[in-house]
T-cell receptor, first 115, second 110 residues
Framework: AQSVTQLGSHVSVSEGALVLLRCNYS??????LFWYVQYPNQGLQLLLK??????LVKGINGFEAEFKKSETSFHLTKPSAHMSDAAEYFC?????????????FGTGTRLTIIP | NAGVTQTPKFQVLKTGQSMTLQCAQD?????MSWYRQDPGMGLRLIHY???????DQGEVPNGYNVSRSTTEDFPLRLLSAAPSQTSVYFC?????????FGPGTRLTVL
């Protein structure tokens, strides 16, 4: 069975500083990996996805993530934090297995931006 | 193209009451699913469907029923609400490689 671990339930960074949100996964078959963002009282919005093409994936709002198979990681980064980045971020792994599929989420990381 | 819609946005129930959370999508996706979101626990899969007439349980199915009579609709039923079902519920519809989420229903069970 697949799983996702997000290190740090709360992360605070200063405005303009690097954002790094960590995600490690486990899967017995090649996975698809996703980052979603959730703003207060809203649904989940897809930030970016890895679907076995390029290992460095660029998403919306200046975010990117790199798939590292050897480290089973898919960390999310942004060079310069903006106040509007304050939200909760979820990493998810999707596995296809014998015609079935399952999406498993991490427990989320709440990002706070310090002015 | 509305994507995934959910109704109602908010609901308050008393213990033992029943209700149906509605979900609809207009993207002609076969795969739909229901999640609940609780603080510190991320999203947990309740039920999912791989097409009309086919449903299956996720990791937290107890207390919930689903059916899928059409491709577009995937309602979630609470037969006898309990305070433990207080949560935010999200419906999702899966395309080729991406899940699209509805705006959520915030349910409180007193």
């Amino acid at each position: 069975a697949q799983s996702v671990t997000q290190l740090g339930s709360h992360v605070s960074v200063s405005e303009g500083a690097l954002v790094l949100l960590r995600c490690n996964y486990s899967s017995s078959v090649p996975p698809y990996l996703f980052w979603y963002v959730q703003y207060p009282n809203q649904g989940l919005q897809l930030l970016l996805k890895y679907t076995s093409a390029a290992t460095l994936v660029k998403g919306i709002n200046g975010f990117e993530a790199e798939f590292k198979k050897s480290e089973t990681s898919f960390h999310l980064t942004k060079p310069s934090a903006h106040m509007s980045d304050a939200a909760e971020y979820f990493c998810a792994v999707r596995v296809f297995n014998f015609g079935n599929e399952k999406l498993t989420f991490g427990t989320g990381t709440r990002l706070t931006i310090i002015p | 193209n509305a994507g995934v819609t959910q109704t109602p946005k908010f609901q308050v129930l008393k213990t033992g009451q029943s209700m149906t959370l509605q979900c609809a999508q207009d993207m002609n996706h076969e795969y739909m699913s229901w999640y609940r979101q609780d603080p510190g626990m991320g999203l947990r899969l309740i039920h999912y469907s791989v097409g009309a007439g086919i449903t299956d349980q996720g990791e937290v199915p107890n207390g919930y029923n689903v059916s899928r009579s059409t491709t577009e609709d995937f309602p979630l039923r609470l037969l006898s609400a309990a305070p433990s079902q207080t949560s935010v519920y999200f419906c999702a519809s899966t395309g080729t490689d991406t899940q699209y989420f509805g705006p959520g229903t915030r349910l409180t069970v007193l």
